[in-house]
């Protein structure tokens, strides 16, 4: 099984402020990871896949970016609909994600 | 536009069976495949599953012995079936669709909360 690493567990951040999550994988994923956020009601959405391809949608102030076998999320200037759970997913083979970061307002 | 829906029993004794029904709409069960994935606090999120375009289908190997994935494709409702259901089973499951290209996990369901207990 690939796992993932995932931090911070959480964060604690401020309105307008630029954040990034990491999740490192225990093993070559060749960029076949996706990112997801989670609100308190459960809704799950996609934002990024392919590492760094945004969704549809997806406001551009959110980012996905790889080093080496650390894959980044981050949100460049947070908005009050930005806090929730974030969860990285990598999908090279059967499908497994990382931890999650709660993501809160300071 | 794309949409799936979860739904299920909501409690279930333990050592019983669970059925729960995925049934999507905007896309065809035969141009796409579905995953399904679940969530408790104990174990963060897993993925269980997957039943492709074509029929086949994966399981995680942990709990294959236990799964059972089926669709109709008339009626766009994807089945997933578990048996021997124990406490730790108690969690959200969700379905989710498998999108073309190298876009898994495109679009997912609102998930149904199963409670295994006596």
């Known amino acids: 099984d690939i796992q993932m690493t995932q931090s911070p567990s959480s964060l604690s951040a401020s309105l307008g402020e630029r954040v990034s999550l990491t999740c490192r994988a225990s093993?070559?994923?060749?960029?076949?990871l996706s990112w997801l956020q989670q609100k308190p009601d459960g809704t799950i959405k996609r934002l990024i896949y392919?590492?760094?391809t945004l969704d549809s949608g997806v406001p551009k102030r959110f980012s996905g970016s790889r080093s080496g076998s650390d894959y980044s999320l981050t949100i460049s200037s947070l908005e009050s609909e930005d806090f929730a759970d974030y969860y990285c997913l990598q999908y090279a083979s059967y499908p497994t994600f990382g931890g999650g970061t709660k993501l809160e307002i300071k | 536009q794309v949409q799936l829906k979860e739904s299920g029993p909501g409690l279930v004794a333990p050592s019983q069976s669970l059925s729960i029904t995925c049934t999507v709409s905007?896309?065809?069960?035969?141009?796409?495949?579905v995953h399904w994935v679940r969530q408790s606090p104990g174990k963060g999120l897993e993925w269980l599953g997957a039943?492709?375009?074509?029929?086949?289908?994966n399981y995680n190997s942990a709990l294959m012995s236990r799964l059972t994935i089926s669709k109709d494709n008339s009626k766009s409702q994807v089945f997933l079936k578990m048996n021997s259901l124990q406490t730790d089973d108690t969690a959200m499951y969700y379905c989710?669709?498998?999108?073309?290209?190298?876009?898994?996990?495109?679009?997912w369901g609102q998930g149904t909360t199963l409670t295994v207990s006596s």
């Open positions: 039943i492709w375009a074509g029929g086949s289908t």
């Open positions: 392919a590492a760094s």
């Open positions: 989710a669709r498998d999108g073309s290209g190298n876009s898994p996990f495109d679009y």
């Open positions: 905007g896309f065809s069960l035969t141009s796409y495949g």
């Open positions: 093993q070559e994923i060749s960029g076949y």
